[in-house]
């Protein structure tokens, strides 16, 4: 739980997380969108604090949803979208240029309001994954209020490490990319169990009696 | 600022030092403060990404970059080292935003919290605080020019800040 390595068994248990919980994520957000969207194979690794920055870029700016759950397994969600996407969606959920901007200069700054609604379908998304989640373990998760910036990538997602930062310089990334087949949209999910919460997991979906003596 | 002069770059939970020319920088502060230390004298200064209040709090090894209680003091042994005189030293801090209004409650104030620890330290150890852009909502990425210790502060929105 605490080592400096993922077995085989934990990173392709953390994988088929990612992979089921980001398949529902990519199913709703291509319903909302009316299009398909396919799921690149999720990855699950130990990163680095250091590596954070090469990830998601040093002050790379995103329209950034994060969301924490609590309940038998706790940690963060976030749904990195680039501007350029964000406002794609913004047009194709609701066909109104005056809500998702008129032109391409003001994908620099988005409303309240485009927020606000971005943030409605980050909620959507991220309950998508976690309900998916919650069903293939038979493990509680309850998400709580999800936040919404248009800032830096890396600000937001060390919001996620802060409870790994307690323990050492690494934590467990689960990281799954989308994009439509127009290349219209395109985003990220990213999972960060608590640190305490992997045995959970792990328990849950047999890792241990198969994988790793104790 | 100039990506051709000599950048030194500071990761998460890391802290770096030296002399001029050259600079500092790290990028994506959020809840985290960058602390920038100078010493206009012997032109030499250090950087801090901070990320957590208090080393006491840490349930495994200490990096000693990743803390407020840690990192001020290793930064000023590091810039001692390279011959700096602490009552010359200065301090400006960036960072220490609360982005989500709703995250945890521990989540919640880190920033704040981060910043208060910050202050303490630096009160404690006799370093003044000559600059503050602290912190609001915005991730901040910061570069301190050795040169001149000048401390560039730039948001999501807008142009660097001159600290």
Redesign the interface.
């Known amino acids: 739980m605490?080592d400096d390595h993922l077995t085989h068994w934990e990173e392709d248990v953390l994988k088929e997380i990612g992979n089921i919980g980001a398949a529902h994520a990519a199913t709703s957000l291509s319903r909302l969108l009316g299009e398909r969207i396919d799921m690149e194979v999720p990855s699950a690794r130990l990163l680095d604090?250091?590596e954070?920055?090469e990830e998601?870029g040093?002050?790379h700016?995103y329209v950034a949803t994060?969301l924490?759950f609590?309940g038998d397994v706790k940690g963060s969600f976030v749904w990195l979208t680039e501007p350029f996407s964000a406002r794609q969606l913004l047009w194709a959920l609701f066909q109104d240029r005056t809500l998702s901007g008129s032109d391409e200069e003001s994908s620099?700054?988005f409303s309240e309001l485009e927020l606000s609604a971005l943030q409605e379908i980050g909620n959507i998304l991220a309950g998508s994954y976690l309900s998916a989640l919650a069903d293939l373990t038979g493990l509680s998760l309850y998400p709580?209020?999800?936040?919404i910036?248009?800032?830096?990538?890396?600000?937001?997602v060390?919001?996620g490490?802060?409870e790994a930062?307690?323990?050492?310089?690494h934590a467990v990334v689960i990281d799954a990319h989308l994009t439509s087949r127009d290349a219209r949209y395109g985003g990220r999910f990213f999972l960060l169990p608590d640190p305490h919460s992997f045995r959970v997991l792990y328990h849950a979906l047999g890792v241990y009696a198969n994988g790793r003596d104790e | 600022m100039d990506v051709m002069s000599d950048v030194i770059?500071v990761?998460?939970?890391?802290l770096a030092s030296a002399r001029h020319p050259g600079r500092l920088r790290t990028?994506?502060?959020?809840?985290?403060v960058g602390v920038a230390l100078y010493d206009r004298r012997k032109k030499i200064g250090g950087l801090a990404h901070i990320?957590?209040p208090d080393s006491r709090?840490?349930?495994?090894?200490i990096?000693l970059a990743?803390y407020a209680d840690t990192a001020i003091p290793e930064l000023v042994r590091q810039m001692e080292a390279l011959g700096a005189l602490r009552h010359d030293v200065v301090a400006k801090l960036a960072g220490g935003?609360q982005?989500?209004?709703?995250?945890?409650s521990?989540?919640l104030k880190?920033g704040e919290r981060n910043v208060e620890a910050v202050r303490a330290v630096l009160h404690l150890i006799g370093i003044p605080i000559v600059a503050e852009a602290v912190g609001g909502?915005?991730?901040?990425?910061v570069e301190l020019d050795l040169e001149d210790g000048m401390y560039y502060v730039?948001t999501?929105?807008s142009e660097a800040q001159k600290l």
């Open positions: 605490f604090f250091s954070i920055a998601v040093e002050d700016l994060f924490e609590g620099n700054a709580r209020v999800p936040g910036v248009f800032d830096m990538g890396m600000a937001v060390t919001y490490l802060l930062g307690h323990y050492g310089e | 770059k990761g998460i939970a890391d990028a994506g502060l959020g809840s985290c990320m957590l709090q840490a349930r495994g090894p990096k990743k935003a982005m989500f209004e709703h995250v945890s521990d989540a880190i909502r915005v991730g901040r990425t730039r999501a929105q």
